[in-house]
């Protein structure tokens, strides 16, 4: 049995070499579509673990709500997600995030009301530049870390902390922020401090703190600035107190709402999807459009199979008539199917990781390489191989000797 499958292995190897720009080409297209796989795999993979390491940097007491909708089908996920006003409808207010910040085992609470708006300093204007309204207790909640200056001092309500690169675009400058002044809703804030530049634009805030304007939230709300808070990052005092303080906050929010969960409180694990149910629905949708590449790669493995059944008839013919089973020559053309698959899934996983390691030169998402993932795809490969390879070795498998030794190309 080995020696008739190390056979079947040599006439499938012999045969795509002596076609080796036709089988390249056919490999090309399963490797296609497994690099796309590999390629939405690795993004999601390495989005989730940088925002993975940075909840596990900040310690296991961090407790988070954020605004829900209790969703039952399909389509009211794909509303809610897809709705360009799903912020702007959030059911948290600072109300709850002062309530929160009252209880006992609570070592700091920070909301976050993130928009868009327009800043304009003596020189320069920025017109969708993104907003923050917090409080003090957002440095320790969310790790940030100063260049320069303080952070949000509660004497002075009009003051702002800039990330690096809007503090570029704005006072063009990184170094000289402290004490610039810019104007926001018509009212002026001063620049008392310059954030460490972060170069993690997701995060599990949903917030690029590098390109944004952090203001006092109370302040903001005054002045006009319709945002809602889009989340409350909460510091428990240690972590033996996170599930019965969550619990507490729940009962606390439960209460103000008058019984409408339209909310959700996380800690650990949980945490680490930030808009979870996008990243899945994404990933999902671009695996689909990937997908159907792998089939254009199957099609095309049948194809060149049929071809190869043809140029071949008088070969099947004269095995056939020396004794080989139709199995025999089933498994001849399976075999070429499968090492043409195969082949283009290794391709293409080269392909996928080559692609996305140049992608992480230019961006903060580093190549993600996960054992099961890349097993599965070439599962697949082999599967699209194994799909598509039958129909073109059953008919070299049926055809009959007699007419077959009369083919002559």
Known sequence: MALLLRTHYSLARESIRKNRTRSFLTCLGIGIGVASIIMIMSLMGSINNMISSQVKSMGSDLIVVRPTKHVDTIDSLVEGLTNSNSYMTSSLTLKDANVISGLNNVQASAPIAAGIATLSSEERTVKSANVVGSNIDLMRVQNLQLKDGVFLPDRVENSAIVGRNLSLALFGTTT??????????????????????????????????????????????????????????????????????????????????????????????????????????????????????????????????????????????????????????????????????????????????????????????????????????????????????????????????????????
């Open 176 to 409: 000289e922020a402290i004490g610039q002044t810019f104007t926001l809703f018509d009212q002026k804030f001063i620049v008392v401090g310059l954030l460490e530049e972060m170069k993690d634009p997701i995060n599990f805030s949903n917030v690029d703190f590098d390109n944004s304007m952090i203001v006092n939230a109370e302040y903001l709300a005054k002045i006009g600035g319709n945002f809602q808070v889009q989340q409350i990052n909460v510091k428990a005092v240690n972590t033996s107190v996170v599930k019965e303080l969550s619990e507490e906050m729940n009962e606390l929010l439960f209460a103000e709402k008058s019984g409408n969960l339209n909310y959700e409180i996380l800690y650990g694990d949980n945490i680490s999807h930030p808009a979870g149910s996008l990243f899945t629905l994404v990933s999902g949708m671009l695996t689909v459009v990937a997908g159907v590449s792998l089939v254009v790669g199957g099609i095309g493995v049948m194809n060149i199979l049929l071809v190869s059944v043809g140029e071949r008839t008088r070969e099947i013919g004269i095995r056939k008539a020396v004794g080989a089973s139709w199995f025999n020559i089933l498994m001849q053309f399976m075999f070429e199917a499968l090492i043409l698959s195969l082949s283009g899934g290794i391709l293409g996983m080269i392909l996928g990781y080559a692609v996305a390691f140049l992608v992480s030169i230019i961006t903060p998402f580093s190549p993600y390489i996960d054992v099961p993932i890349v097993l599965v795809t070439l599962a697949t490969s082999l599967t699209i191989g194994l799909i598509f390879g039958i129909y073109p070795a059953v008919k070299a498998a049926r055809k009959n000797p007699i007419d077959s030794l009369r083919y002559y190309r």
